[in-house]
C-alpha cells in the first residue's frame, strides 16, 4: 500500500510541474532543443526567400525582350505558371510536359511582315505555327526555319476553320497590296470575314490572345490629318478598294464583339505603310515598285501629280510595335506608322539617291479611290506602349535594296536569311 501511494504521488508532482508556467521554457531550453529551433528557422528562412529568386526564368529566355518590361512581366508570369491555362488542379506540372515558351499561331506567316515577326519570335524562344495559303506568301521567306523543332508550317486556307492549341494568335493572313486584293475581291472579304471569324473563334476554344493586324486603310481618304484612332474614317462601300477597306473595318468590328460579348482578349494594330526586305516584287506598292523599277533601270511610275503623301515604316519597327501590343494591358486600336510624311515625289528622289541618280520619273493617271493624304498619329502608342519608329526612310531604304537586288538578279547564294537590321 506503501509504494503505492508513495507512486501515486510522484506521479502527481511530475504532473503537477507540465502544467507549471515555468515548465515550457525549461523544456524548450533542455536538451539543446532551442538551438535545433534556430537552425530550423534559419533552413526555413533560406528555402522560401532565397531559392525562388533564383528559379525565375534565365536573362535568356526573355532577353528578345529586355527593352520592354511589360513584356517580360508577361513572360516571367507565364515562365512561372508553365504557360497559361496549363496549371494542373494541384498546381503541378509532371517535369516532361512543362511548356518553357509560348505557343504562337501566325496565320499569314510566310508574307512579307509575317515572316519577319516569325524570326523574332522563334529568336525570343517561342514555338511558332504559321499557316499560310500561300496567295502572296513564299516558303522562301521561312526557309531558314524548317527543321527548327520550335517552327511549323501548314499550307492552310483561313477560310476554314482549324484546330490548333496555342496561347497567342497574330492574325496577318489577307493580301495588303491592291493588286493582290483586287486581284479577286471576293475572296479578299472572305479572308476578311470568314478568316478572321475563324480565327477569333480558335482564339476563343483554347483562351488564346488574338491580335488583328488592320490597317490604315479603315481611314479611306482621311479628312482628318494625321488620323487618330479616334477617327471614324471616310470609306467608299462600294468602291474598287472595299473588299480590303470594309473587309478590315469588318475585322475590327468582329473583333471588338468577341471582346466584349465573349470576354476574348484582344488586340487591334492599324497598321500605315511598311516596307523592308521580303516584301513582294512588282506588287504594286509604292515603295517596292520603286526600288524595282530603279534597279531595272526603269522609269519610276508617279501616279496623279505625286503630290499625295504617305508614311513609310520600316518592318523591324513594325514586327516591335506588334510583339509590344501583344504583349501589353491596352486592347488598342492602336496606330503603327512611321509619321515622317512624304510626297510620292519626294520618295522617288530618295529612291533615286539611294540607286539610280538617273532614274526618269513618268507620271500616269491616278488609280481609283487613291486616298490623297495618309500620315498616323502615333501619340497613343508611344504612350501606352512605349513604342515609335527607330529607323528613317534613307536608313530603311538601302537595307530593302540588297534583298530586291538578289531577288531581280538572281544572285541566290545569301537569299535565304534576309536581314532587317
Ligand atoms: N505591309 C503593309 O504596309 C501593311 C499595311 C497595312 C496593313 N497590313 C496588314 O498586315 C498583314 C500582313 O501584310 P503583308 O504586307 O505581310 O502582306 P503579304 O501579302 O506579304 O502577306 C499576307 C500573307 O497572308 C497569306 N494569306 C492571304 N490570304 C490568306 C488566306 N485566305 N489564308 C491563309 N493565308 C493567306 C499570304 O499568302 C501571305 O503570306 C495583312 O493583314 C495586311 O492587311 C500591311
Redesign the pocket.
Known amino acids: 500500500m506503501g509504494t503505492d501511494q508513495q507512486l501515486k504521488r510522484s506521479c502527481f508532482k511530475k504532473h503537477e510541474r507540465r502544467f507549471s508556467v515555468t515548465y515550457p521554457f525549461q523544456y524548450i531550453l533542455g536538451e539543446q532543443r532551442f538551438v535545433c529551433l534556430l537552425v530550423g528557422i534559419t533552413i526555413a528562412c533560406v528555402v522560401f526567400n532565397v531559392i525562388p529568386s533564383h528559379s525565375l526564368p534565365q536573362k535568356g529566355l526573355i532577353s528578345a525582350f529586355d527593352d520592354s518590361s511589360i513584356a517580360v512581366r508577361r513572360r516571367v508570369g507565364y515562365e512561372l505558371n508553365g504557360g497559361f491555362g496549363h496549371l494542373s488542379a494541384g498546381g503541378k506540372i509532371p517535369l516532361g510536359l512543362k511548356s518553357k515558351s509560348l505557343r504562337i499561331l501566325v496565320?499569314?506567316g510566310?508574307?512579307?511582315?509575317?515572316s519577319h515577326l516569325v524570326d523574332r519570335l522563334i529568336n525570343r524562344g517561342d514555338s511558332v505555327i504559321v499557316?499560310?495559303?500561300?496567295?502572296?506568301?513564299r516558303k522562301e521567306n521561312l526557309f531558314h526555319h524548317f527543321g527548327n523543332p520550335r517552327f511549323e508550317l501548314i499550307r492552310?486556307?483561313?477560310?476554314e476553320p482549324i484546330l490548333l492549341e496555342v496561347d497567342q494568335i497574330y492574325h496577318?493572313?489577307?493580301?495588303?497590296?491592291p493588286v493582290?486584293y483586287k486581284f479577286n475581291p471576293v475572296k479578299t472579304i472572305k479572308?476578311n470575314v470568314m478568316?478572321t471569324l475563324n480565327m477569333l473563334g480558335l482564339a476563343k476554344r483554347v483562351g488564346a490572345r488574338f491580335l488583328l493586324?488592320s490597317?490604315?486603310e479603315v481611314y479611306g481618304d482621311p479628312l482628318q490629318h494625321p488620323q487618330a484612332e479616334t477617327y471614324w474614317g471616310n470609306v467608299n462601300p462600294i468602291g474598287v478598294r472595299s473588299c480590303y477597306d470594309e473587309g478590315?473595318r469588318t475585322a475590327e468590328t468582329l473583333t471588338m464583339d468577341y471582346h466584349r460579348g465573349l470576354n476574348l482578349e484582344v488586340r487591334i494594330a492599324r497598321?500605315?505603310?511598311?516596307y523592308g526586305p521580303r516584301m513582294?516584287i512588282d506588287d504594286g506598292r509604292v515603295v517596292s515598285n520603286f526600288v524595282a523599277q530603279a534597279l531595272r533601270k526603269e522609269p519610276l511610275t508617279v501616279y496623279g501629280d505625286g503630290k499625295q503623301t504617305r508614311s513609310f515604316q520600316y518592318v523591324s519597327d513594325l514586327v516591335e510595335g506588334l510583339m509590344r501590343l501583344m504583349e501589353g494591358d491596352h486592347v488598342g486600336p492602336f496606330n503603327l506608322g512611321n509619321p515622317g510624311e512624304f510626297t510620292m515625289l519626294e520618295l522617288a528622289k530618295v529612291v533615286q539617291d539611294t540607286i539610280d541618280p538617273n532614274a526618269q520619273i513618268e507620271f500616269r493617271p491616278n488609280t481609283e479611290d487613291d486616298p490623297h493624304k495618309r500620315k498616323p498619329d502615333i501619340s497613343k502608342a508611344q504612350r501606352l506602349l512605349g513604342w515609335q519608329p527607330t529607323v528613317s526612310l534613307r536608313e530603311g531604304l538601302p537595307r530593302m535594296v540588297n534583298d530586291f537586288r538578289q531577288r531581280i538578279f538572281g544572285d541566290d547564294k545569301d537569299l535565304t536569311v534576309t536581314s532587317i537590321v
Open positions: 496565320t499569314g510566310a508574307g512579307f511582315v509575317g499557316i499560310d495559303n500561300f496567295f502572296t506568301g492552310h486556307d483561313v477560310v496577318l493572313a489577307c493580301p495588303a497590296s493582290h479572308t478568316g493586324t490597317t490604315s478590315k497598321i500605315f505603310n511598311t513582294c
